[in-house]
């Protein structure tokens, strides 16, 4: 921001040369000659150019900011007149954050904050804004900097899977308006990026339903149905559309795939159908017996099914690999299972 007294000088001037000349428009009567409008035009004209100055005084001399701001105000003023000269000096008096940021383009103030979070999360995570760790993101939606508030929201939506969309959906709950609209947002291009997805793939599989076709549609169902943004409902209906075009992947000569195995089961446990997804989930350890997600499902599908002799065995190779997806509290169950039907007071 340059020197108050050419900001105190050029918002007076600007105010009071429009202010007179609405004040002889008002007061005219009769027909307007040659001299007077051009006196009318030549009042509008200072204003216009004298508003403007004072706009891009409020940013650092020779800035981006400083030559939008000039730009934005002299066509605020130019084109509205009375109007425009009072936003502009509305603008004067709060000027938008966006002039801090580098580059030739002026954007608006939202976008600006947007901006700068990113930047901020991306600086305190390792590994840039679709790498940074859940947890930092989940420090930095409760962090009192509401600009942090709003970057973790873009991390989230970069990152695109279910603790994202969960945490998502517990920021629509936010106090700042910002952050609960990119939210929103980033739900919404979450939501319609696997509806394109999902077409795509149908498409595909109708000109040439092969196996390849079928699986690639199948992981995108049973993908978009494990992040849980739909009602249970629609759930149900993914994890069915995925389980038929999955199971159309398998070939009967080809190699069993662990993956696709895994993926069938998973949707195949949200459906209810627990024999047919134990049976998958062995079916996949058969072929990569440190299957993390198998073993996992494994371990869940034994439990529900009171399967307690071979629940300790399964626990105990999870908890061998050492996996870092799996979080400390599920970590603590596993240990807890581990240990026999006695440690969940389970009689046999």
């Known amino acids: 921001m340059r020197t108050p007294l050419s900001l105190l000088l050029a918002l007076p001037l600007g105010l009071a040369a429009e202010l007179t000349a609405a004040l002889l428009l008002l007061v005219h009567s009769g027909p307007m000659g040659l001299p007077k409008i051009l006196s009318l035009l030549g009042l509008h004209l200072f204003a216009t150019a004298a508003l403007a100055e004072a706009l891009q005084l409020r940013y650092e001399a020779g800035s981006p900011g400083a030559t939008g701001a000039w730009q934005l105000g002299l066509a ?51 590994k840039g804004h679709a790498g940074v760790q859940v947890e930092a993101i989940g420090d930095a939606l409760k962090d009192s900097d509401k600009a942090k508030r709003l970057g973790a929201v873009e991390a989230l939506r970069a990152l695109e899977n279910k603790q994202a969309v969960e945490m998502l959906s517990k920021s629509l709950k936010n106090t700042v308006f910002e952050v609960r609209y990119h939210a929103v947002e980033a739900l919404a291009t979450i939501n319609k990026k696997y509806s394109a997805r999902i077409a795509k793939a149908t498409d595909a599989v109708e000109k040439k339903p092969t196996p390849a076709n079928h699986r690639t549609l199948g992981e995108v169902y049973h993908e978009y ?24 992947a398998i070939t009967p000569n080809a190699q069993p795939d662990p993956e696709l195995l895994t993926r069938l089961a998973t949707s195949l446990e949200a ?53 870092k997806e799996v979080s400390q509290d599920y970590i603590n169950v596993l240990a807890l299972w581990a240990e026999g039907p006695e440690a969940l007071g389970i009689q046999q």
Do not use: W
Request: hydrophobic residues 45%.
């Open 271 to 323: 459906m209810g159908e627990l024999e047919q997804a134990s049976h998958k989930y062995r079916a996949a350890l058969a072929h990569d017996p440190n299957n993390l997600a198998a073993l996992l499902g494994s371990a869940r599908l034994q439990y529900r099914q009171a399967q307690y002799e071979q629940l300790p065995t399964t626990c105990r190779q999870i908890l061998k690999l050492g996996a």
């Open 225 to 248: 149905a494990m992040l849980e943004m739909e009602d249970p409902s629609i759930q149900l209906h993914l994890h069915r559309n995925a389980v038929g075009n999955l199971t159309r």
């Open 76 to 126: 605020l003023a130019m084109l509205l007149p009375g109007f425009g000269p009072l936003l502009v000096a509305v603008m004067v008096v709060r000027p938008p954050r966006s002039a801090l940021v580098k580059g030739d383009d002026f954007i608006s103030p939202m976008e600006f904050r947007k901006q700068q979070a990113e930047a901020q999360l991306a600086i305190e995570g390792d």
